[in-house]
């Protein structure tokens, strides 16, 4: 598959897409129509340099959260597909997102991965930027740039950055739509996972960071709908009574399927009144939760104890909120982790991973929320190695001479009849919501926006 001249920085701002990938990605339409999905999207290199080009330019892209910033100054480094940018509060307390790179020989003009400055010193010839990235002066200015342009030799800026429920998001395409209509109804989950109360959530310090040797859309695809994979990826976690019913978590469960290739895994708690209520979380947190702020249906669903289990937001963002022990022999936690799947060439992805703790909730039950969720997601967590290890299979058939050429995926289940899995009628929340989670529609649908965004012009 070859890239065309344009695509590698030619005629138009984003490429056009060659013959053979447009032929490509119509064949895998209709293959997603029929249920099957070619591997090859799962480690084609011309493939990742589309997405960078197309998907990653142009979506809202989740860059951090609002407590990692909450101080002029404040900065972090952070990526958009695998372009690095700063994104920091400035003086003014405007949040910008800044690219990492200096406009005179291109060096990066920022090497810690955190920390508070006013400034923005290049270490190549030393100009200096200020942390709203305009162009500040350079060694030697008055002999070297007398008449420099200051207003056009800033750092390059994001275009556009928005916030909601304290998730950052940036967009580098100026005609983006705005971030609220981005996100559609995903907004009204959001609400109800982290608008709880006005103290909101934090991170519960930097990042988990680690290199995964798979595709990045393997984890995307799996947190928008997978529920089906526990019974069997992390049965092992059931025998050493970390999960207590695998095949429960599978059966369950059921999809939230949203406009823009967004979806929800969607459960009902199960930590036991009257001690666990509101999202499984204890009476001690509960007491903290302020259900005024939600409408009618948002009450509903909270008092009905339905629970976000996971999320994906097209195309890297995902969710986990659920609950297991901090350690073997304790009784389970609720925890909430944001994870992004950071592209790193077609092969690999860097998983990012913020535990977020309540800033209402008792300090000990947010050290065991944390530990919980360590324990199970993170580099060493016990379900991230169960789900690492089986989305390696991705690039292995997608290089195979034997499977390359005509191997598909099954991506049949839910479609026409074939298992379990109706709408649900009565579903007091925005989106089309299924009986189970025996099905692979959020899965299609998010496949479908992905070859939406790459071969949209
Ligand atoms: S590359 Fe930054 S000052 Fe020269
Ligand atoms: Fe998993």
Redesign the pocket.
Same mark, same amino acid.
């Given at each position: 598959m070859m890239v065309s001249a344009d695509q590698q920085g030619g005629t138009s701002s984003y490429g056009s897409l060659n013959g053979s990938m447009q032929a490509f990605l119509a064949e895998v339409r209709k293959d997603l129509e029929q249920g099957m999905l070619s591997p090859r999207v799962l480690n084609d290199p011309d493939i990742h340099r589309a997405e960078l080009d197309r998907i990653f330019t142009r979506c809202w892209v989740f860059v951090g959260h609002i407590s990692e910033i909450s101080d002029p100054g404040d900065y972090v480094l952070r990526y958009i597909g695998e372009d690095q940018f700063i994104l920091v509060r400035d003086e003014s307390g405007e949040i910008q997102l800044l690219m990492n790179n /200096? &406009?005179?020989? +291109?060096?990066p &003009?920022c090497r810690a991965e955190k920390g508070n400055t006013s400034h923005f010193r /290049?270490?190549?010839?030393?100009?200096i930027y200020k942390n709203s990235g305009e162009w500040n002066g +350079?060694p030697f200015r008055a002999k070297a740039y007398p008449k420099i342009d200051t207003a056009r030799w800033g750092l390059r800026k994001a275009p556009h950055v928005d916030s909601y429920q304290g998730l950052i998001f940036a967009c580098l395409d100026p005609q983006a739509m705005p971030l609220r209509e981005y996100l559609g109804d995903m907004c009204w989950y959001l609400d109800v996972l982290f608008g709880l109360n006005e103290q909101g959530m934090r991170v519960a310090g930097d990042p988990h960071r680690w290199i995964v040797p798979a595709n990045w859309k393997s984890g995307a695809e799996n947190f928008v709908g997978d529920a089906y994979h526990v019974q069997s990826a992390h049965r092992s976690l059931e025998d050493i009574g970390l999960l207590p019913d695998a095949g429960g978590a599978s059966t369950g469960n059921f999809h939230v399927t949203l406009e823009g290739g967004h979806g929800l895994i969607v459960s009902r708690g199960f930590l036991p009144e009257p001690h666990y209520g509101i999202m499984d979380y204890p009476s001690e947190v509960t007491s903290t939760f302020d259900l005024t702020r939600f409408d009618a249906d948002q009450r509903e669903f909270l008092e009905s104890r339905y629970t976000v289990v996971g999320f994906t937001i097209f195309p890297n963002l995902s969710l986990i909120h659920a609950a297991t022990p901090p350690e073997p022999g304790l009784p389970p936690v609720s925890f909430t982790c944001l994870r992004q799947w950071q592209p790193r060439g077609s092969e690999e992805f860097e998983l990012w991973n913020w535990p977020l703790v309540w800033n209402a909730a008792p300090p000990e039950f947010n050290h065991a929320s944390y530990d919980a969720s360590v324990l199970g997601f993170s580099p060493s967590g016990v379900f991230e190695q169960d789900d690492t290890v089986v989305w390696r299979g991705g690039p292995m058939v997608g290089r195979s001479a034997f499977a390359r050429k005509d191997m598909k995926l099954n991506f049949e289940m839910g479609l026409d009849g074939m298992s379990d899995y109706e709408p649900r009628l009565d579903w007091i929340g925005p989106g089309e919501a299924s009986t189970s989670a025996f099905g692979e529609k959020n899965q299609r649908r998010w496949w479908q926006r992905w070859c939406d965004a790459l071969a949209s012009s």
């Open positions: /200096c &406009v005179h020989r +291109a060096s &003009v /290049c270490p190549y010839h030393g100009w +350079a």
